[in-house]
């Protein structure tokens, strides 16, 4: 299974702002004859609790995984800001890093609509077994300072209906 990873903050307005964009990229994976790519929101800020993340599922209609990076994942992948999005291949391998699309061109600064959906062609390069070009872009949003650092262990994923053991 090919996973993306998106990195949140609940208090992000640009991560709010980009729910929208990732829900419909959750629809259009879960709902292909053959789903083959899995979604997952990680919050990398110890302080976040489980009840933040459900209040920020809830609100922003988001039945995809969230969950606290407990394990230091975004540490693992180097992901700097929230929202930033990996894709994953099924072995693990990183082969796209970056912004959602280019809804934001600077902080504060955004388009009515996005021009570039950078990770929907990423996704879509790598299911058909293509080169991801780009497989970078820079990510527009907060800045990651406080993280949990990248260890073996296990996380909690966060549900829009509870909390269950990933």
Same mark, same amino acid.
């Given at each position: 299974m090919w996973q993306v990873w998106?990195?949140?903050? =609940?208090?992000?307005?640009?991560?709010? /702002? +980009?729910?929208? +964009?990732? %829900?419909?990229?959750? /629809? $259009? #994976?879960?709902?292909? =004859?053959?789903?083959?790519? $899995?979604?997952?929101? #990680?919050?990398? %800020?110890? %302080?976040?609790? /489980? $009840?933040a993340i459900a209040e920020f599922a809830n609100r922003y209609a988001i039945e995809w995984d969230l969950a606290r990076d407990t394990i230091g994942w975004s540490d693992a992948v180097g992901a700097r800001f929230t929202p930033e999005a990996v894709l994953l291949s099924p072995e693990g391998a990183v082969l796209y890093r970056g912004r959602v699309n280019d809804l934001y061109y600077a902080l504060g600064k955004h388009r009515s609509s996005p021009k570039s959906s950078d990770l929907a062609l990423a996704v879509q390069q790598a299911l058909l077994g293509q080169a991801i070009i780009p497989a970078e872009t820079d990510a527009i949003g907060c800045p990651i300072q406080n993280r949990f650092p990248f260890q073996d262990s296990l996380s909690r994923c966060v549900y829009r209906d509870g909390i269950r053991g990933l």
């Open positions: 998106v990195f949140l903050a =609940p208090l992000c307005p640009i991560c709010q /702002d +980009y729910t929208f +964009y990732l %829900n419909a990229l959750h /629809d $259009e #994976w879960v709902k292909s =004859p053959h789903p083959q790519v $899995e979604l997952v929101g #990680w919050f990398p %800020n110890p %302080n976040v609790t /489980d $009840e």
